[in-house]
């Protein structure tokens, strides 16, 4: 099993392809120090590379979008992987 911590980077609204209805994106990742082999790799991958602090995204889920949505901004949570492929998010704590 894999453990990540990672935190909520970004919200954005989006609409279900599949039958037009309203959900929300919200990536997972870290802020990384933009080391010389970090700021090489993100050139070569065609970005921009940042002086300080470079985005990892991990994980990108589209939700359904309901009332009360348990992701805000910053908030952190630990992305778990198993070793039969599974994978589930939860809140830190």
Do not use: C, H
Not at 42 to 68: C, H, M, W, Y
């Amino acid at each position: 099993m894999k453990e990540i911590r990672v935190e909520v980077l970004n919200l954005d609204r989006n609409f279900d392809i599949a039958n037009g209805k309203p959900s929300i994106v919200v990536s997972f990742g870290n802020s990384i120090d933009s080391t010389p082999e970090v700021r090489e790799r993100v050139v070569a991958s065609g970005q921009t590379a940042q002086p300080d602090k470079t985005i990892v995204n991990r994980v990108i889920l589209f939700v359904p979008d309901e009332s009360e949505m348990p992701y805000t901004i910053g908030s952190k949570w630990i992305l778990k992987i198993e070793d039969n492929g599974s994978v589930s998010i939860t809140r830190d704590k």
